[in-house]
C-alpha cells in the first residue's frame, strides 16, 4: 500500500493573478517560503521514502524545505512539471478568462490542447504514468513526496477517485496544501485533499467571488486554471 503525498508549491508573486506556467525565475516570496516551512514542520515527524519535485524553481524550493535536516534528497522528475500553457503563459488570469478557449477549459479540459503548449489529457497522461513507476520503484510500505503544481495534482486526484478529466476541476489544490493518496491493489483511497492545517478561516468565501469580471474566479463558479492563490 505506497502512500503518496501531493504538496503543491508556495506562493509566488504570480501566483493567483498570473498563470506562471515554466516561466523561468519564478521563486517563492516572503509568504510561501513561510507556507513552505510550515509544510515542512508537518511533516517533520513522518519518515519520507523519497522525495520528487517538478523541475520547476518554486516546486524546488518547497521541496528542499521540506528536505531540510533529512538525509532523503529532492530527486527531480519533469513528469511532474506544470502544464505547459504555451501562449497562455505568463498572462493575467482575468485576461484569460475572457479568451474564447476559457469555458472549454472550465467545462470540457479534457478536450483541451493549450494554443503552442500542451493539452491537459497529455497532463494527466505523464503525471499519473509518473507516480504508477515510482510507486513500482519504492514499493508498497513506501510514503513519499511529491512536490508540484495545482493543475498536476488536480489531475492526480481525479485518476484516483476515478474521475473523468472533466470533473477534475471540482477539485481544489491551494499553494503548500497536502492532499495524500493510499494506493492499494484493488484501488486507490484518497486520504486527504487540499489540507493546509491550522484553523477553518478560509473555509469561509473570500470577499468579492460573487463578482464577475476579472480575478483568477471571474465568475465565482470558475476554476482557478493553474490553481490559484488559495484561500489561506
Not at 511533516?43 to 524553481?57: K, M, Q, R, T
Request: glycine share 12%; proline share 7%.
Amino acid at each position: 500500500m505506497t502512500t503518496l503525498l501531493l504538496a503543491r508549491h508556495g506562493l509566488t508573486h504570480l501566483t493567483g493573478p498570473v498563470l506562471a506556467g515554466w516561466t523561468p525565475g519564478v521563486h517563492l516570496s516572503d509568504r510561501g517560503r513561510e507556507q513552505a516551512g510550515a509544510l515542512a514542520s508537518r511533516l517533520s515527524a513522518l519518515e519520507l521514502d523519497a522525495i520528487v519535485s517538478s523541475p520547476l524553481e518554486r516546486c524546488q524550493e518547497t521541496a528542499q524545505a521540506v528536505a531540510a535536516g533529512r538525509e532523503t534528497p529532492v530527486r527531480t522528475d519533469e513528469r511532474f512539471g506544470e502544464c505547459r500553457y504555451g501562449d497562455w503563459t505568463g498572462r493575467p488570469l482575468g485576461e484569460l478568462a475572457k479568451d474564447p478557449l476559457w469555458p472549454v477549459v472550465q467545462n470540457h479540459p479534457s478536450a483541451v490542447t493549450f494554443p503552442g503548449g500542451e493539452s491537459l489529457a497529455a497532463v494527466q497522461h505523464r503525471a499519473v504514468s509518473a507516480v504508477r513507476e515510482w510507486n513500482e520503484r519504492l514499493g508498497p510500505k513506501a510514503v513519499y513526496l511529491v512536490c508540484s503544481h495545482g493543475d498536476v495534482i488536480k489531475a492526480i486526484v481525479a485518476d484516483a477517485m476515478g474521475l473523468h478529466l472533466d470533473q477534475f476541476q471540482r477539485i481544489a489544490a491551494d499553494p503548500a496544501s497536502l492532499t495524500a493518496i493510499r494506493y492499494t491493489p484493488m484501488r486507490p483511497f484518497v486520504l486527504r485533499l487540499n489540507d493546509v492545517g491550522g484553523d477553518v478561516a478560509g473555509l469561509r468565501p473570500p470577499e468579492g467571488t460573487e463578482d464577475a469580471g476579472g480575478g483568477e474566479n471571474p465568475s465565482g463558479s470558475d476554476a482557478a486554471v493553474g490553481g490559484g492563490a488559495g484561500t489561506t
